[in-house]
């Protein structure tokens, strides 16, 4: 598992660099350059009063160059793993050089509590190890950590959610994925390069852990037919853990 592990990160780094001048065309309406993430996360930010923001997995720096335009008086940096992606942050958007660095996810290169919020938009679902990455956004974050992405529980027809909810709950998900993706653990496409199946229901445990308050808000089209709403009903969710304990 531990070479198919490394191969997949080896390929989306590829994957990303190859597409970095075209990536933003490629993924309009996407995590962070989706209007209505960009909206309801600044409003969150607002809520907490957050003066220091932290973009992980930033990209081309859609997200940081929204809320440094957006958020006035409040510091926004961004950790990307591709050197090519901040260079289009940086020539494209007018990105100020050194506010993106680059680094991953899975080591923060920051002082614990260091700001007040932490965010990731549409790149959990690319990390065969997320909650890695999610437990180092806990750490370095004061009072808030937002989470955008997908919901493997609320895709498919409706007997198909049923079924991988059944399976995940008896601790049968990851023996039907790796069937399903022959032994890989993960689906490339040319669209999204390396992905795996992943719901924010996974990273759950260590957010209501470290928060006070969590909140989970459908981002796509969600028409409620379940009281499971959202695990069974949306496609893609936003998850909001909030702590005000000091």
């Given amino acids: 598992m531990g070479s198919n592990t490394d191969r997949a990160v080896a390929i989306q780094l590829r994957y990303y660099a190859e597409t970095a001048a075209e990536y933003d065309a490629m993924h309009a309406f996407e995590g962070d350059n989706d209007p209505r993430i960009l909206r309801l996360t600044a ?19 859609r997200g940081v160059r929204h809320f440094i335009d957006k958020l006035p008086g409040t510091t ?7 050197a090519e992606r901040i260079q289009q942050a940086v020539q494209r958007k007018g990105v100020p050089e050194n506010v993106i660095v680059q680094g991953v996810g899975q080591s923060l290169p920051f002082d614990d509590r260091s700001f007040d919020a932490v965010y990731a938009f549409g790149m959990i679902h690319h990390l065969p190890n997320p909650n890695e990455v999610v437990r180092e956004m806990i750490r370095v974050a004061r009072k808030m950590v937002i ?25 049968l998900w ?10 890989k653990g993960y689906i490339y496409s040319e669209g999204d390069g390396v992905h795996f199946s992943y719901s924010v229901f996974d990273s759950l445990a260590p957010l209501e852990e470290w928060a006070d308050h969590l909140m989970l808000i459908p981002t796509g ?20 853990a909030v702590k005000e304990s000091e």
């Fill in 147 to 171: 989470i955008a992405d997908g919901n493997r529980f609320g895709q498919g027809p409706w007997a198909l959610r049923l079924f991988k909810l059944a399976l995940y709950k008896a601790g």
């Fill in 43 to 61: 409003s969150l930010l607002r809520m907490v009063d957050a003066k220091t923001v932290l973009d992980v997995g930033a990209g081309t720096g």
């Fill in 76 to 82: 926004v940096r961004g950790l990307e793993p591709v």
């Fill in 174 to 183: 990851n023996v039907a994925r790796y069937a399903r993706t022959g032994g």
């Fill in 221 to 240: 089209p969600c028409k409620s037919r379940s009281f499971f709403q959202p695990l069974l009903t949306a496609s893609t969710i936003l998850v909001c």
